[in-house]
């Protein structure tokens, strides 16, 4: 009849378990301002908190199957207050369906979580499987809540500190992201999967840009200081190589010292890892480790190359790192960029140090090109400690003079190059061209593993 509205299903058809009531709603739509066809997963907060029946997570488990079978992107806004304690098992047993559908996504399609509400207990280690989480300033999620803290431990504390927007953000690093509300959060994730391809087996495609790849960078040849302990910003390198000076940071207040960030050259997506001077000196720990490791996985699944930048003086010392496994986390950073088969470029802008060198994606890891600038300085250690382990019986006097012949003889990037540890040393002007060349290059690297089950790295 004549301007009687279609029925819901042939509106949308493409929505899953359309007449399923309950909390949860899947569909494949375009995300807006970029045509971007994704499986979309809503939980609705307004329906019992968000609570999930054992049927709202087999409808979370199907859109992420539906993902899988399509190969496209899944997207999943969550606010959910738990499994449904009315159903008992049945609701846990649903999540745990929900948990292994998402884990076959793994590496095969990008999944983003944006978090909008509560996400407590099994939603809240939901968030633990993306591969992305963009969270908004009402967000909330934590295992278990500020009743159980205070039964356990006598602490009392609010949600927001328990498990708020800043805890995710700055200590935990669950939160890559963050946007001002749920609208602006898929924006954000539209951004983010503009940089990555539907699935593992294809490329980001590629963008035109007016950026030359031969553009100098004059602005580089002085940035770092001549002063050993002196910083600088290393998002201005990334900003610099990057086509318009555009660049996706993700986790950026989480282990502020190692800046991981999306970005372009010549058109071509690319994932960085850089040593930041500005925090901790550059120095890794466990969390910087963990968020290196994290991201050099995450873009080795989808095909993106990986840009190095190193300026680190090594590890942090410390009784409580140690402690708390830093050999274990630290050997994450090492097994990450030895499974890596995308192209490695790795350049040396100062300190490359000890251990921390090795883990950097050196020539050690098996990088495919190693660039360094002429203030590269790649050793066992400083010109300071070196003496003060090889000739500790010397007087002060003797001591500054062999640091100083130390530091003139090996603390340059010619002595490693002459070794092929470092295949060019650059003029700093001319960065983004030598990266944009060493890129094209390697564009047609392909790897063949031999074949296994999986490995066991270090978690």
């Known amino acids: 009849m004549a301007g009687t509205p279609a029925p819901t299903w042939r ?13 949860a709603s ?36 199907e859109g992420a199957r539906l993902a899988l079978s399509q190969r496209i992107p899944l997207l999943v806004v969550m606010a959910s207050s738990g499994a449904d304690v009315a159903e008992g098992v049945a609701s846990l047993h649903g999540w745990g369906s929900a948990a292994q559908a998402l884990s076959r996504c793994s590496g095969v399609v990008p999944v983003v979580f944006v978090a909008v509400g509560l996400a407590l207990s099994g939603p809240a280690l939901l968030l633990g ?9 009402d967000a909330v999620a934590y295992v278990s809540g500020p009743a159980a803290v205070a039964q356990w431990t006598g602490q009392q504390i609010s949600p927001d500190a328990l498990g708020g927007l800043a805890i995710h953000d700055r ?57 050993a302990t002196g910083s600088y910003d290393v998002r201005d390198v990334i900003a610099a190589v990057a086509d318009d000076g555009d660049l996706l940071e993700l986790r950026a207040n989480w282990a502020p010292q190692l800046v991981t960030a999306l970005a372009r050259v010549g058109g071509t997506a690319i994932g960085v890892v850089a040593n930041q001077p500005q925090a901790m000196a550059g120095t890794l720990d466990i969390a910087a480790s963990q968020k290196g490791a994290r991201f050099v996985s995450f873009c080795d699944s989808f095909n ?18 140690e402690w708390r496994g830093m050999i274990r986390h630290g050997a994450e950073l090492v097994y990450a960029y030895a499974e890596a088969q995308v192209p490695r470029v790795c350049l040396v802008l100062r300190k490359a140090f000890g251990g921390a060198y090795i883990v950097m994606d050196s020539k050690g890891m098996a990088n495919d090109v190693c660039l360094a600038w002429p203030s590269a300085q790649i050793a066992v250690m400083g010109a300071r400690g070196a003496v003060q382990i090889l ?59 031999v074949s296994r089950k999986h490995g066991n790295g270090p978690l």
């Open 26 to 61: 899947a569909r494949v739509e375009s995300l807006p301002g970029t045509g971007r066809r994704v499986v979309t997963v809503r939980i609705d907060p307004a329906h019992r908190r968000g609570a999930l029946t054992a049927e709202d997570s087999t409808t979370l488990a």
């Open 171 to 227: 200590r935990t690093g669950i939160a890559a992201l963050t946007a001002a509300s749920e609208e602006a959060a898929v924006e954000v994730a539209a951004s983010l999967l503009e940089h990555l391809p539907d699935h593992c087996d294809t490329l980001a495609d590629d963008t035109v840009t007016d950026d030359p790849v031969g553009r100098t960078n004059p602005e580089l040849v002085d940035l770092v200081p001549v002063s």
């Open 129 to 137: 499987l993306a591969d992305v989480v963009i969270m908004t300033p």
């Open 11 to 23: 509106r949308d058809p493409v929505r899953l378990r359309a007449l399923v009531p309950g909390t």
């Open 391 to 449: 000739h500790r019986r010397e007087d002060p006097e003797t001591q500054a003079r062999l640091a100083e012949r130390y530091e003139e003889e090996l603390l340059n990037p010619y002595t490693a190059a002459a070794r092929g540890y470092v295949d060019r040393v650059i003029d700093p002007a001319d960065t983004r061209k030598e990266v944009a060349a060493a890129l094209a290059m390697l564009a047609g690297k392909r790897e063949t593993l």
């Open 304 to 321: 993106l190359p990986l840009l190095t930048l190193v300026d680190t003086p090594g590890f942090m010392p410390g009784k409580d790192l």
